[in-house]
């Protein structure tokens, strides 16, 4: 699973140059369309959000595969310069500079419209208790304003919107943070404070976030802030993003998974996709055997109290072994959430998201996370895919 090089970006092309060149002003919501000339948006009056956020907000027209809305309104910080970092998984990585404007750029699967702040926060506001989404997410970027613009972003959401009412997660940056912002974060009202490890460990974060891509990230620095986020958040208040199928065995990643639950936090995992563009692109998908069983062992142990230890694994580091009974595991298989898409609860339940992600890490006809619950149907294609026999 090794990322390509990243190319060299002419200098006249770099840090946004384009955009702020041609300095078009931006007029109200902007759907990305590469044929035209991206405006000068910035944040915090303006933010992107995900294509699912924005049929459900209603900017945008459209309909969702199986899914009547999304629960979590996940706002995406944007300026014409972009995320500076360069992780080779991801949409929104600096070497596509040369290629494509950032606002433009395709992100876990889909496009980000980008909307005026003060628009978004009406909408909800006017919503009221009506509103579909159970949660915001602010979604930090690598960019020298991204710690301000975030205070700013959720200072004007909670100065009209009761977080008690749409709590609000924060998905952290931690190379630009101290943890001086962790505290203000979480006194300007955020509820979950969680960490994008995204590598399962220290030597695949530095061959795809690091070094190995020209990247600024380190495993230290993500533990360092996912530590003050533990001190400062508290129990089950943080967590840490895993991508799945990035080179690493089942037992690193639900090893990993434990570690957390032993701090006291949770995981979310994301089934590894080549995102179109990114340097992963020409990587196949996690093969669905090997995700489903990261998916079932990893529920368990956040939410079940089964831990690694009482798993086995075989000599290439895969499940086989639950280390519950038979009838306990099917159990838990049938009740279908240990397949749906994993992040910060909502109102339903602890256990599932309200950051249901449609089809962020696979297409809709072969689905890895679930953003809803799986039918009878979905159940028996999941049970096919870990190899078990079907249920009578
Ligand atoms: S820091 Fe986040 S947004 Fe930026 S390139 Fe890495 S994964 Fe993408």
């Given at each position: 699973m090794l990322p390509r090089a990243p190319g060299t970006i002419p200098i006249e092309l770099r840090n946004g140059a384009r955009v702020k060149r041609a300095n078009v002003a931006p007029q109200g919501v902007y759907l990305p369309n590469y044929n035209v000339l991206t405006p000068n948006m910035r944040s915090p009056e303006y933010v992107q959000m995900s294509t699912a956020a924005?049929?459900?907000?209603?900017?945008?027209?459209?309909?969702?595969?199986?899914?009547?809305?999304?629960?979590?309104?996940n706002l995406l910080l944007t300026y014409p310069e972009g995320c500076?970092?360069?992780?080779a998984y991801c949409g929104l990585a600096r070497h596509r500079e040369a290629e494509r404007d950032y606002a433009d750029r395709n992100f876990i699967r889909v496009d980000w419209p980008a909307v005026p702040l003060a628009q978004v926060i009406d909408k909800v506001a006017a919503d009221g208790a009506a509103s579909p989404f159970h949660r915001m997410c602010i979604s930090m970027i690598t960019h020298p304003?991204?710690?301000?613009?975030?205070?700013?972003?959720?200072?004007a959401w909670t100065d009209r919107i009761d977080p008690s009412a749409i709590p609000v997660s924060?998905?952290?940056?931690?190379?630009?943070?101290?943890?001086?912002?962790?505290?203000?974060?979480?006194?300007?009202g955020a509820d979950i404070f969680t960490v994008a490890l995204d590598a399962a460990t220290p030597e695949i974060f530095e061959r795809t976030r690091g070094k190995g891509v020209g990247s600024p990230h380190s495993w230290a620095k993500y533990w360092e802030i996912l530590l003050h986020a533990?001190?400062?958040?508290?129990?089950?208040?943080?967590?840490?993003?895993?991508?799945?199928?990035?080179?690493?065995?089942?037992y690193d990643v639900l090893a990993l998974v434990q570690k957390l639950v032993d701090l006291g936090g949770h995981s979310h995992l994301f089934c590894f996709f080549p995102e179109k563009g990114s340097l992963m692109d020409h990587l196949p998908p996690t093969p669905r055997d090997q995700w489903r069983r990261v998916q079932l062992a990893r529920y368990l142990i956040d939410y079940r109290g089964v831990r690694?230890?009482?798993?086995?694994?075989?000599?290439?580091?895969?499940?086989?072994?639950?280390?519950?009974?038979?009838?306990?595991?099917?159990?838990?298989?049938?009740?279908?959430?240990?397949?749906?898409?994993?992040?910060?609860?909502?109102?339903?339940?602890?256990?599932?998201s309200a950051c249901d992600r449609p089809y962020g890490d696979s297409p809709p006809s072969d689905i890895a996370s679930y953003p809803f619950a799986p039918s009878k149907g979905d159940l028996r294609r999941i049970r096919r895919q870990l190899g078990l026999a079907p249920k009578r």
């Open positions: 924005a049929i459900t907000l209603g900017i945008m027209s459209g309909r969702m595969y199986r899914c009547e809305c999304t629960r979590c309104l500076r970092a360069n992780c304003r991204s710690d301000e613009d975030t205070r700013a972003v959720l200072k924060i998905l952290s940056n931690p190379t630009t943070m101290t943890r001086a912002d962790v505290v203000a974060l979480k006194e300007l533990r001190d400062v958040f508290g129990p089950q208040k943080f967590g840490a993003h895993i991508i799945v199928g990035m080179g690493e065995t089942e690694v230890e009482h798993m086995r694994f075989d000599e290439a580091g895969r499940v086989i072994d639950y280390g519950i009974p038979t009838s306990e595991l099917d159990a838990v298989i049938e009740a279908g959430v240990a397949f749906r898409t994993s992040g910060c609860p909502g109102k339903f339940a602890e256990d599932i």
